[in-house]
Nanobody, 120 residues
Framework: QVQLAESGGGLVQPGGSLRLSCAAS????????MDWYRQAPGKERELVAT???????TTADSVKGRFTISRDNAKNTVYLQMNSLKPEDTAVYYC??????????????WGQGTQVTVSS
């Protein structure tokens, strides 16, 4: 079994910064892509950023230049540094990891979500 623990959300003023973390633990042999998604009220969940094992990353156009995804493979942890936050960034943020675990197959696991609210 694999568990994901997210942290770092909260309330921030427009223009502020937050750093989200997501640590994977449990029966993990290997982790491939690690992603951050977000879901605003009344909207579909959307992909915000992805990072491969080798560190290659992509970000959504809506956050390009403001958000940076990174990972620490030794800690099985993915981060999302969010700068110049806007009210439209308000959402629940979820991490997703692609794991080869004790089941001897690749599976996706989701974090519990962390609320990010950007408001003055």
């Amino acid at each position: 079994q694999v568990q994901l623990a997210e942290s770092g959300g909260g309330l921030v003023q427009p223009g502020g910064s937050l750093r989200l973390s997501c640590a994977a633990s449990g029966s993990i042999f290997s982790i491939a892509d690690m992603d951050w998604y977000r879901q605003a009220p009344g909207k579909e969940r959307e992909l915000v950023a992805t990072i491969t094992t080798g560190g290659r990353s992509t970000t959504a156009d809506s956050v390009k230049g403001r958000f940076t995804i990174s990972r620490d493979n030794a800690k099985n942890t993915v981060y999302l540094q969010m700068n110049s936050l806007k009210p439209e960034d308000t959402a629940v943020y979820y991490c997703k990891v692609h794991v080869f675990g004790q089941s001897l197959k690749w599976s996706d696991y989701w974090g519990q979500g962390t609320q990010v609210t950007v408001s003055s």
